[in-house]
């Protein structure tokens, strides 16, 4: 008898809400994790490349995780990204999150002055860790925005003499080599959250068994149809949701600079309004909100966004919504 699937950890990737003044809007983080909790997401990780923790100040950071620990009032895991350009302040966020009782915390590597080798990267991100204390800790590979390419694969064996917290990856990259290895290497010991959400499809094959996004937010009822539909043999069923997914992404891509804009804006759209990005990030005009609404409508989106009290999930035709949802 073939054994059931491990549980699926789907862990969102949340925005960074502002006001109008451009400051934090911290009120906005509990009608975040009430979403994500409505919705069976069994985490959140905050303060990464959807949360714009390169825009934001160290204070910023410490209020965020702050909110974010009472809002989750172990409903979820809340992994907290301390990375940073300079080691001193990541060590100083870690240790803030170890005290406020993080499930975990991560960092990227530095993304001005970069590490030449593994050994350097692990000699960088070793003090960050030893700051959490006990804190599990994962390494964010995400080379597209910090351009410290090397292989994780080359990477895990040398880190692990260096940090004894360190549980994994979150693997936010293209390279399915590097991460199948990462995968196999030391008999499946190493945890590697999967960052990219559309094509998640392809990594379940691999052995992802978790995964970190931003599209989680909105649309997780979609991506659990994904998981449950290739843990029950349903190929078809998988890739036809996985579609939509990639759909939704491609046309956000269409909005140019303003595309973070645009899959931020769906959080208002959902009821929880998160604003506008931070600069260098660019807003919507009001001609693209329109041509958003437009797009949205074309891809029933209202067909396999996330529910909320106000606004439950439509079936569309041919929705593959039967299939239980697997998360937890």
Not at 20 to 48: H, P, Y
Not at 193 to 215: N, Q
Not at 217 to 246: H, K
Not at 275 to 293: C, F, H, I, K, V
């Amino acid at each position: 008898m073939t054994p059931a699937p491990a549980p699926f950890r789907l862990i969102a990737a949340p925005f960074t809400p502002f006001g109008t003044d451009g400051g934090l809007n911290l009120a906005a983080v509990a009608e975040q994790a009430e979403l994500l909790a409505d919705n069976s997401v069994t985490g959140a990780f905050i303060c990464g490349t959807t949360g714009e923790s390169m825009s934001l100040t160290c204070d910023e950071r410490r209020q965020l995780t702050e909110a974010w620990m009472k809002a989750a009032a172990g409903r979820f895991d809340v992994i907290v990204h301390v990375g940073h350009t300079c080691q001193r302040d990541a060590m100083d966020l870690a240790a803030h999150a170890a005290r406020h009782k993080a499930t975990s915390i991560a960092a990227m590597g530095p993304c001005f002055h970069k590490p030449a080798s593994p050994e350097a990267l692990a000699d960088f991100c070793a003090p960050i860790a030893a700051a959490g204390g006990d804190l599990p800790f994962y390494y964010y590979h995400i080379p597209i925005m910090t351009a410290v390419p090397m292989s994780m694969a080359t990477f895990l064996p040398i880190a692990a003499k260096r940090i004894p917290t360190l549980v994994g990856l979150k693997y936010s990259h293209e390279d399915l080599v590097d991460l199948s290895a990462c995968i196999a290497l030391d008999n499946g010991r190493w945890e590697i959250l999967f960052g990219k959400d559309e094509i998640l499809l392809t990594a379940l094959p691999m052995g992802i068994r978790g995964a970190v996004g931003s599209t989680y937010n909105f649309m997780a009822p979609l991506y659990q149809r994904v998981i449950a539909a290739y843990d029950a043999g349903d190929l078809a069923t998988a890739r036809q949701e996985q579609l939509r997914s990639i759909e939704l992404i491609r046309m956000s891509g269409r909005f140019g600079g303003a595309a973070f804009a645009a899959l931020k804006d769906l959080m208002r759209r959902l009821g929880v309004d998160c604003g506008a990005p931070r600069s260098p990030l660019t807003s919507l005009t009001p001609a693209q909100s329109a041509e958003l609404d437009k797009e949205l409508a074309r891809l029933e989106f209202d067909s396999y966004c996330s529910k909320t009290p106000s606004r439950p999930a439509k079936k569309s035709a041919g929705s593959a919504s039967a299939a239980p949802a697997r998360t937890s």
